[in-house]
Every structure is written in C-alpha cells, then in structure tokens.
C-alpha cells in the first residue's frame, strides 16, 4: 500500500493525519491499527507546517472487530485499495449498475432484491439529476426483464425508447453506449389526457366494490356516504352491473343529497376512464416490461383517483400471485402521498401501504421527489436505500438528515454543494454512505 502520511491525533471514531503525498477530500485511507481499518477523509486544512486532514472510521477487514483504543501518534496512514474498500463498504460486484465511486474506477452496483424488498427514493431539487438518476437504474432493471410501473406526471419516461446519441463521449467513462428499449416500453394514458401516441387506460367499470366507489368521491358527506352504498347495494343485486346502474339507483332516491353525487358521476362518466372494455392488469404488469402511465395534461384529482385505484388493484393482485413481482415507480411522489398539513390525496392510503407491506408480496417502491419535506415521512422511513442529490431549501435538508441513516447536520453542507451528476448513495447493504458519480443514460433523457 502506498504510505501517504502519519497520525498526529487519534480517537476511537476518527484520527488526524498529516499528509506527505496528495490527497483530497473523500478519499479513502487504510491504518493498520490490529486489523485493517477504513477510514474517509471528510476534511483537510493547511497549516504553517503541513496539510492536515481528519478522516472518520468506516470500518474493518474484520467484521465483528471494533476500535476501541485510541489511534496511536506515528500510525502510518495507507492509501486504500479498491478491494478494501468494496469489502468495508459493501459495494456489490453485481446488481443495478449506477455509476461510480467518485473520483475512483470502482464500479457501484446495487442489488436488484435489495431494491424491490426493501424500496428506494431519491431526493433532490429540481434540475439536479432526479429523474435521470432513476432512468439508469429503470435501463438496469428493464435489461433483468423485471416487470416496472411509472406513475410519470409530466411525460419524462417515453425517452426510454430512445437511444441517447447526445453524450456519446461521456459514455466511455462509464463503459456504456447508447440503446433503445423501445421493445420493452409501452405507454399507457387515460383518454381524457389527449395523449394520442399513447395506449389508452381504462379502467374496470364493472362490479365495482363501494370501497371503489368512496374512492371516486372522498368529499362525500356522510349523508351521501350514505346514498351512494344503498345504490351499490341495490345494483349489486344484479350479476353483472356497471357505473350506469349506480347511477341509476342514486336517481331514485328521494334525498337532495343525491343531486352533488349525480353531477359528479356524470362527470366522472364522461371523462372516459372507466369503460367495460377496460385495460388487463396483466397486461400493464408483465415481466420484461415497462409500463409508463403518462398523466400530463390530467387534471390533479384524476391523476391521484387513477393512482389510488390502480395501485389498490396492482396490490391485490399481487397477494393473489396473479401478476409478477414488480416495481413501481412515483414521480413527483409529494403529490400523491403528502405529509400532514401539506394537502390530502386520495391516493395517500394505498402508497402508505405497499411502503410497509409490499416487501412481503413482492412491489418495490421507488419514490421520487424535489421536495422532501413536504411528502410522507412514513413513506420516506420505509426507504432503505436512499440516493441524495443536490438540495439547497432548509427545510428538505433537515427532512432528509433527519430521516436518512449515516446523515447528520454536518452532512447539510455537502448535500447543498454537490455537483450535477453526483449523488450520496445510503443504506443497505452499504456500512456508510457513499459519493457515487452518476453513470451516463443509455437513453434520451427527457426530463430536460
């Protein structure tokens, strides 16, 4: 190992070197202290005899060992070798390939299980590499043939189909080259977005359950609560009864109440979203493809009614094993699952419960949002991996130190100076966070 300085102050959890070679800032250095100790340079500083640098422990060669003696003075400091690294660190040799460590050739992979098991969101301001970010790991996921889901709001992901011929020579860093998917993409839309290149979403009108129906109306008094389940109830008597059936049987209660419930339906009906001849599940779930629900131009409160509904269905199809395992992409995820006292969405309840639940049927989450703070911290929390990029509002760096493991207040300053490109990459299987250079999109990039 190639010597490049020596301890001039130590402690149990971090030391203070004294370089004789260059160094800077995130390397990664080795001390021979018992085992073979990783350590991280967060900080260097000149002074009239030297460059100084203070480096924070990671971790050991041996996993159960842990420093419990202070660093000697004289201590020789190491520059660390990638084995080393990618051993203390746990970066896979296999997986979802992302990027690589910053400054370093070291290939980061993550794991593919780990992701669909145990859920992922990245966080960052708008414009700082967000949705490119989860274009890479989406190529990764579609080349494993796995089965994906974007709830996409503003269109982004139709790129996908498009080989990305615009940065061609940053590809060579990365060692990828430009590609399609288009045989994997396929676009969905409800009719009412005008987004005519896209397969139109319909959903199932037919037998729908009164918990469907609550879900169309969630403003509803308890009076017309009321209304709208002895409408169901007495439709339901039929084998087969649809939207117009319900509608039928509010038109016949004697309540005034009935008059809000029946200009409602009739604009719901209009919109085109519900239809006998409606999408199969199975259709929009099935392994190798990647299916994009493109909401631009729907209006906000179908958008969270088609997510609610939608993701309800997929959940409980996935308990039955009647779709494959999968996972499901939220854009702009503070829209449908707020935090308290940031607006309501419809569709809050059912992300709520594939964050906690889905792990154990097999829907992996990947929430995607600018502002932190203002989405579900329940949400966030059931996050193990987490990707970071640049972030400068107060209020989304405490929502993320506060809620990331391995971040704290210190870690504020490094998150608001990120460049574009690079991002902290955080939890398992990693023993600490990590600064990874986004690898290049095979595809366009549609988010610019």
């Known amino acids: 190992m190639e010597e490049i300085g020596e301890i001039v102050e ?23 202290h018992e085992n073979k100790i990783l350590s991280q340079i967060w900080e260097i500083f000149n002074r009239s005899d030297g460059t100084f640098a203070k480096a924070n422990i990671i971790g050991s060669t041996e996993e159960r060992y842990m420093v419990r003696t202070p660093f000697s003075v004289g201590e020789k400091v190491y520059r660390a070798d990638e084995e080393t690294i990618k051993k203390i660190v746990g970066i896979e040799n296999e997986g979802i390939y992302i990027g690589i460590l910053k400054d370093m050739n070291i290939k980061v992979f993550l794991s593919p299980e780990t992701l669909i098991q145990k859920h992922i969101c990245i966080l960052a301001k708008s414009g700082s590499g967000k949705s490119y970010t989860m274009g890479v790991i989406i190529e990764e996921f579609i080349k494993k043939e796995d089965a994906i889901l974007i709830v996409d709001p503003h269109g982004e992901y139709t790129s996908l189909r498009h080989p990305n011929f615009e940065e061609i020579n940053a590809m060579k860093k990365f060692e990828v080259s430009p590609k399609s998917y288009a045989k994997n993409v396929f676009e969905y839309s409800p009719v009412c977005s005008n987004n005519r290149d896209a397969i139109p979403l319909l959903l199932d009108e037919v037998n729908l359950s009164f918990q469907d129906l609550l879900y169309l109306f969630p403003e509803a008094t308890q009076i017309q609560k009321g209304l709208l389940y002895e409408a169901w109830k007495n439709a339901s008597e039929k084998r087969i009864y649809t939207m117009e059936d319900i509608l039928e049987e509010i038109k016949e209660a004697k309540s005034s109440a009935k008059w809000g419930l029946i200009n409602q339906m009739e604009q719901i009906m209009a919109m085109g979203i519900f239809s006998k001849y409606y ?73 709520k419960n594939i964050a906690s639940e889905g792990r154990k049927f097999g829907i992996g989450l990947a929430i995607l949002t600018q502002r932190p703070a ?4 329940n949400v966030i929390s059931q996050c193990n991996t987490h990707i970071i990029l640049k972030t400068t509002n107060p209020n989304d760096l405490k929502a993320i130190t506060s809620s990331v493991e391995g971040l704290d207040s210190s870690s504020s300053n490094e998150i608001q100076t990120l460049p574009i490109g690079v991002a902290i990459v955080a939890g398992m299987p990693l023993a600490c966070p990590i600064f990874v250079e986004i690898r290049t999109r095979e595809t366009r990039h549609g988010g610019k």
């Open 10 to 32: 130590g402690t149990t959890s971090y030391f203070i070197f004294k370089a004789i070679k260059e160094i800077k800032k995130l390397d990664y250095v080795c001390v021979l």
């Open 279 to 351: 999408t199969p599940l199975d259709e929009i779930v099935k392994k190798g493809k990647c299916s994009i629900i493109n909401m631009r131009g729907v209006p906000p409160y179908i958008q969270e009614m088609l997510v609610s509904i939608l993701l309800t269905r997929i959940f409980e199809e996935r308990k039955n094993n009647s779709i494959p395992q999968l996972l499901v992409v939220i854009e702009e995820a503070h829209r449908y699952c707020p935090e308290r006292g940031q607006g309501k969405s419809i569709a809050s309840n059912i992300i």
């Open 374 to 377: 203002r989405i579900d911290k």
